[in-house]
Antibody, heavy 119, light 110 residues
Framework: EVQLVESGGALVQPGGSLRLSCAAS????????MNWVRQAPGKGLEWVSY????????YYADSVKGRFTISRDDAKNSLYLQMSSLRDEDTAVYFC????????????WGQGTLVTVSS | QSVLTQPPSASGTPGQRVSISCSGS????????FNWYQQLPGTAPRLLIY???ERPAGVPDRFSGSRSGTSASLAISGLQSDDEGDYYC???????????FGGGTKLTVL
């Protein structure tokens, strides 16, 4: 069974940093591209970042470019999102998703981890 | 303003057929393929349709998708109360090197 389990969400002050993790199981992690997608409270979905197999290519949404860094460790079946210079508007549930490889469709989603940026 | 535009709401009665549209702004989209997600209250999104009109295993054939140019539609037939939730279209836009989501459509089953 495919499972994606996010962790690392927390309350952080504006300007602070946080690292999210996603533990993957039930599939060959190294064979899939992965994404982070977020959802602000009561709002819609927003794509954050993509990382391909072998960590290339990497893409970011304009809203996080230069502040967030996506990475993966295939030996640990894990995906990461290093977030810095956090802003109030980064407050959201962050989902880890598996890219099916078919027209950029995410066929599996984790349950999400909540990041709250507030003073 | 999102690159993909959806109506904020849609509604129907049990058994009815409803459609949800997703319109792409043509200025910088080019040719794209649409995916659709369902998000039931309090849950993570679920892939409903990929590559415009294909269903993943386990998705009932009550759900169907279509594309015309830079727009797409999701149709739900035999509407059920369990279908109530939010529906999002999405696509990878090569010219932007970016994934984009529509703003979402809240479906209410009356």
């Amino acid at each position: 069974e495919v499972q994606l389990v996010e962790s690392g969400g927390a309350l952080v002050q504006p300007g602070g940093s946080l690292r999210l993790s996603c533990a993957a199981s039930g599939f060959t992690f190294s064979s899939y591209s992965m994404n982070w997608v977020r959802q602000a409270p009561g709002k819609g979905l927003e794509w954050v970042s993509y990382i391909g197999r072998g960590s290339s290519p990497i893409y970011y949404a304009d809203s996080v470019k230069g502040r967030f860094t996506i990475s993966r460790d295939d030996a640990k079946n894990s995906l990461y999102l290093q977030m810095s210079s956090l802003r109030d508007e980064d407050t959201a549930v962050y989902f880890c998703t598996r890219d099916s490889g078919k027209t950029a469709a995410d066929d599996y989603w984790g349950q999400g981890t909540l990041v709250t940026v507030s003073s | 303003q999102s690159v993909l535009t959806q109506p904020p709401s849609a509604s129907g009665t049990p058994g009815q057929r409803v459609s949800i549209s997703c319109s792409g702004s043509s200025s910088n989209i080019g040719s794209i393929n649409f995916n659709w997600y369902q998000q039931l209250p309090g849950t993570a999104p679920r892939l409903l349709i990929y590559n415009n009109d294909e269903r993943p295993a386990g998705v009932p054939d009550r759900f169907s998708g279509s594309r015309s140019g830079t727009s797409a539609s999701l149709a739900i037939s035999g509407l059920q109360s369990d279908d109530e939730g939010d529906y999002y279209c999405a696509a990878w836009v090569e010219s932007l090197s970016s994934r984009v989501f529509g703003g979402g459509t809240k479906l209410t089953v009356l």
